[in-house]
């Protein structure tokens, strides 16, 4: 039986170590966030794109504290990062929550996010995508899921 979420959580896992990214402890108080970021996640489908990258976070409340890392873009993250909020292989153009803009690998920062974003995002219906010149629409993204 083919079970694609048992690599993608292996890779993830594989990711967030060799990054040296790891989780705080939280003791159940906050739900950790994360997702990969790749090219063949992105809708529409970016052009020469072979990016790929991680975003992990930890969601207080309304308080959202990240971290994201990227790699092997077309160009420099100068249409920034956003949270979008649709569901896997559907675009949202309008961005929910933004997140940096120009972004540089290994950026952190922290945003308030609405309760509808929470939502979505407790829903596995928000995504983050990274933007660039040549793919204004995004180039890399990932659907986020609480994964701690």
Same mark, same amino acid.
């Given at each position: /039986? @083919?079970?694609?979420?048992?690599? /993608?959580?292996?890779? !993830?896992?594989?990711?967030?170590? =060799?990054?040296?990214? +790891? #989780?705080?402890? &939280? +003791?159940?108080?906050?739900?950790?966030?994360?997702?990969?970021?790749?090219?063949?996640?992105?809708?529409?489908?970016?052009?020469? !794109? !072979?990016?790929?990258? =991680? #975003?992990?976070?930890?969601?207080?409340?309304?308080?959202?504290?990240?971290?994201?890392? #990227?790699? $092997?873009?077309?160009?420099?993250?100068?249409? +920034?990062?956003? %949270?979008? %909020?649709?569901?896997?292989?559907?675009?949202?153009? $309008?961005?929910?929550?933004? =997140?940096?803009?120009?972004?540089k690998p290994g950026q952190r920062g922290t945003a308030?996010? &609405?309760?509808?974003?929470?939502?979505?995002?407790?829903?596995?219906?928000?995504?983050? @995508?990274?933007? &660039?010149? $040549?793919?204004?629409?995004?180039?890399?993204?990932?659907?986020? !899921? %609480?994964? +701690?």
């Amino acid at each position: /039986m @083919n079970k694609p979420w048992i690599v /993608m959580a292996a890779a !993830a896992g594989f990711l967030l170590a =060799l990054a040296g990214v +790891g #989780f705080a402890a &939280t +003791g159940g108080s906050a739900p950790e966030v994360g997702t990969l970021l790749e090219a063949r996640q992105e809708v529409p489908k970016p052009k020469a !794109a !072979a990016g790929a990258g =991680l #975003f992990t976070a930890s969601l207080r409340g309304s308080k959202l504290t990240w971290r994201m890392t #990227f790699t $092997k873009l077309t160009g420099p993250a100068s249409g +920034g990062a956003h %949270i979008h %909020i649709a569901p896997r292989g559907k675009a949202n153009p $309008k961005p929910a929550v933004a =997140l940096c803009g120009p972004c540089k690998p290994g950026q952190r920062g922290t945003a308030t996010v &609405t309760a509808e974003v929470v939502k979505a995002i407790r829903s596995g219906r928000a995504y983050v @995508n990274v933007h &660039t010149e $040549k793919n204004p629409a995004g180039e890399i993204r990932g659907q986020l !899921a %609480i994964v +701690g």
